[in-house]
């Protein structure tokens, strides 16, 4: 082929490698170099996104109701499915990138009455055809169609990261959910036990009113104490009812009773939890980590290769019609020689006059991508907050749990105290009454901080991106 043939296919080649897509920048992070609240102490052998959950909840029972929420929850169904829709939505866009090649054949016959002929006979006339070509296939100059494609791919990547995010959250909830149950079964459990202790107490008092030795006062007193309890015990059966149908959506099927918790694991546990170290420079670690930043980004990428598309709306196209094939008049000479036939339609398109709608449409993509951006930056600063917070409350419960169990034996003794007092005559029925209510206010406490910390180990290994994995080092 002489050289000045080549060039035109050489101009065309170099023009379909144009790409009008922005160059695409990381924005800087919107938040401190630094958590709140971090101590700076050396790094974890292993990064905290890289734990695997049954590394960090080791009960039996939560592993098994976690592993299964993984295979029943339909909200994480729902996230997988919309990775495969995702995938073949780019599919779909990244096909156009090809010309659709399409084979055909057909016949077509008529007759033509001989009061209508010019030859004033009848005629009849019949022809085949078979053919291979495509139509209407868009030669990318621009980039164009490479930019829709490119912004399919990354909303591809997005739900992929949806999809992990609604896993780590869902290992989040289901352990949260569980421990809420545990707590709720310890503190149905002290209601009853306090309703037992202070029935009898009402019992030995109404037989010291029925001798003269009790006056009415003091077992009324007793009464409401009996009450009280009797109300608490009725709360929380129903608040443990609720613990558990909570607990089965996020499951998405029966828990079997023998997985549900009975109580509380001891606090000093939580103590061992690989979580309590804070590996230090966390945060540019942190955007490598959380899926909820990535799919931000991916989003914004998404929304960065749109105005390619946005912008090569501004310059010509060309699109190709093209056929080969053979027809004849009679169905055996169709592939005989001398029966070759072909089509050849170039067409171009180029914009003069749309009354500002590609202006309109490329400001539209601009400031979609402003808004990404700005979405992006929220879900670091987000991330932040939620791991500052975490950590607050994680320097603080051990204190507080020490505090409050210090509370308990306390107002423990204080009862016991009060008690004997009152049933040598020291001390009326009141201060018994008032140290039996500090005693139970403090235990119910206690049961809370313990929640607390629990749960705030979950929620802290949630927020630095963990929950990925099954077991350290392997993927689900």
């Given at each position: 082929m002489k050289p000045f043939r080549l060039a035109p296919l050489a101009l065309a080649a170099l023009m379909a490698g144009c790409s009008l897509i922005p160059t695409y920048q990381q924005p800087a992070a919107p938040v401190a170099g630094k958590f709140a609240g971090d101590t700076g102490n050396a790094p974890a052998s292993t990064p905290v996104a890289d734990l695997g959950w049954r590394n960090v909840f080791t009960d039996p029972s939560l592993q098994r109701v976690i592993e299964m929420s993984l295979a029943n929850n339909r909200d994480l169904r729902v996230a997988v499915l919309n990775i495969e829709k995702a995938r073949a939505q780019y599919r779909v866009q990244d096909a156009a990138l090809f010309p659709t090649v399409n084979a055909s054949a057909g016949g077509s016959g008529s007759r033509t009455p001989a009061d209508l002929s010019s030859t004033g006979e009848a005629l009849t006339a019949r022809q085949y055809s078979a053919s291979v070509g495509f139509s209407s296939y868009e030669i990318d100059l621009f980039g164009r169609v490479r930019s829709l494609s490119a912004q399919a791919l990354e909303q591809f990547f997005s739900t992929a990261e949806a999809r992990r995010s609604t896993q780590i959250t869902l290992v989040a909830e289901v352990a949260t959910s569980y421990l809420t149950l545990a707590a709720d079964q310890d503190q149905l459990k002290l209601a009853r036990d306090t309703l037992r202790s202070q029935s009898d107490s009402y019992s030995l008092n109404q037989r010291s009113f029925e001798l003269g030795a009790a006056s009415a006062l003091t077992l009324s007193q007793a009464q409401t104490s009996v009450d009280t309890a009797r109300v608490d015990v009725e709360r929380y059966t129903s608040q443990v009812a609720q613990d558990?149908?909570?607990?089965?959506?996020?499951?998405?099927?029966?828990?079997?009773?023998?997985?549900?918790?009975?109580?509380?694991?001891?606090?000093?546990?939580?103590?061992?939890?690989?979580?309590?170290?804070?590996?230090?420079?966390?945060?540019?670690?942190?955007?490598?980590?959380?899926?909820?930043?990535?799919?931000?980004?991916?989003?914004?990428?998404?929304?960065?290769?749109?105005?390619?598309?946005?912008?090569?709306?501004?310059?010509?196209?060309?699109?190709?019609?093209?056929?080969?094939?053979?027809?004849?008049?009679?169905?055996?000479?169709?592939?005989?020689?001398?029966?070759?036939?072909?089509?050849?339609?170039?067409?171009?398109?180029?914009?003069?006059?749309?009354?500002?709608?590609?202006?309109?449409?490329?400001?539209?993509?601009?400031?979609?991508?402003?808004?990404?951006?700005?979405?992006?930056?929220?879900?670091?600063?987000?991330?932040?907050?939620?791991?500052?917070?975490?950590?607050?409350?994680?320097?603080?419960?051990?204190?507080?749990?020490?505090?409050?169990?210090?509370?308990?034996?306390?107002?423990?003794?204080?009862?016991?105290?009060?008690?004997?007092?009152?049933?040598?005559?020291?001390?009326?029925?009141?201060?018994?009454?008032?140290?039996?209510?500090?005693?139970?206010?403090?235990?119910?406490?206690?049961?809370?901080?313990?929640?607390?910390?629990?749960?705030?180990?979950?929620?802290?290994?949630?927020?630095?991106?963990?929950?990925?994995?099954?077991?350290?080092?392997?993927?689900?």
């Open positions: 558990r149908n909570a607990l089965v959506l996020l499951v998405g099927a029966d828990v079997p009773d023998e997985l549900l918790p009975q109580s509380l694991p001891d606090g000093t546990a939580a103590a061992a939890s690989p979580l309590a170290t804070i590996p230090p420079g966390l945060p540019s670690e942190l955007l490598q980590r959380r899926p909820d930043i990535l799919q931000a980004e991916r989003d914004l990428k998404a929304a960065n290769a749109y105005i390619g598309a946005a912008r090569a709306a501004f310059y010509p196209s060309i699109s190709l019609t093209a056929s080969a094939g053979t027809s004849s008049s009679q169905l055996s000479g169709l592939f005989k020689g001398g029966s070759g036939s072909w089509s050849f339609a170039p067409q171009i398109s180029l914009p003069i006059f749309d009354g500002g709608a590609n202006r309109a449409n490329l400001k539209i993509a601009t400031v979609s991508r402003d808004i990404s951006v700005a979405q992006y930056e929220k879900a670091i600063q987000t991330a932040f907050r939620e791991v500052s917070d975490a950590l607050a409350q994680r320097n603080t419960l051990g204190r507080q749990l020490d505090a409050q169990q210090s509370l308990v034996n306390a107002t423990a003794e204080s009862y016991r105290l009060s008690d004997a007092r009152f049933r040598r005559g020291v001390d009326s029925y009141l201060s018994v009454l008032d140290s039996q209510r500090s005693l139970y206010t403090a235990q119910q406490n206690l049961i809370t901080t313990r929640l607390s910390r629990l749960t705030n180990l979950v929620t802290f290994y949630k927020t630095l991106g963990g929950g990925w994995t099954e077991n350290t080092g392997t993927p689900i």
